[in-house]
């Protein structure tokens, strides 16, 4: 939600750039900033490999500004100068462990590198084994925060509930 934030709606170029290893992964997330961004008048683009390459390019001729994708198809693009990624500000590792372990770390590297107006990074990761630390470092230096969240259980005495309101528009 932050990264959506600062998206600026007029420009019609890709600002956000979200990598994650799987299909599945990938229009998981497409269909959540969807449903979140459903009314900011921002497009966003799911592109992974097992369907039709030319169906994404014409949307991405549509001018997204959020690219949510798997590492291989993306560099497919980029190789057939189908996409410019050298506006996108944001970029989202999800799941690098997983990426990691599924071999795609020279890919993450490439593509990383072809982010000239980058200003801000995230990764996401169940683990952070010394590879992970190693890409992050060798791209950031040591100017970066790591935030380990703790997994707690919830606590047994908070009640959880949700109120539907309905709004006039």
């Known amino acids: 939600l932050p990264v959506l934030n600062t998206i600026d709606t007029k420009i019609r170029k890709p600002q956000a750039l979200i990598i994650a290893p799987t299909r599945e992964l990938v229009m998981q997330i497409r269909d959540e900033i969807r449903t979140l961004s459903g009314t900011m008048r921002m497009k966003s683009i799911a592109v992974f490999g097992g369907t039709s390459i030319r169906t994404q390019k014409f949307e991405l001729d549509a001018g997204p500004q959020v690219i949510i994708a798997t590492p291989g198809r993306l560099i497919d693009l980029i190789e057939r100068k189908w996409i410019d990624i050298s506006s ?21 590297k490439y593509i990383w590198d072809s982010l000239p107006a980058l200003k801000q990074v995230m990764t996401f990761s169940a683990t952070y084994a010394p590879e992970i630390k190693n890409l992050i470092s060798g791209h950031m230096g ?28």
């Open 142 to 169: 040591m100017e970066y925060e790591f935030i380990q969240m703790q997994s707690t259980p919830t606590v047994e005495t908070i009640d959880h509930s949700f109120i539907r309101m309905h709004t006039s528009e």
């Open 88 to 108: 996108i500000e944001k970029f989202v590792l999800d799941e690098v462990d997983q990426m990691l372990d599924m071999g795609f770390i020279d890919d993450v």
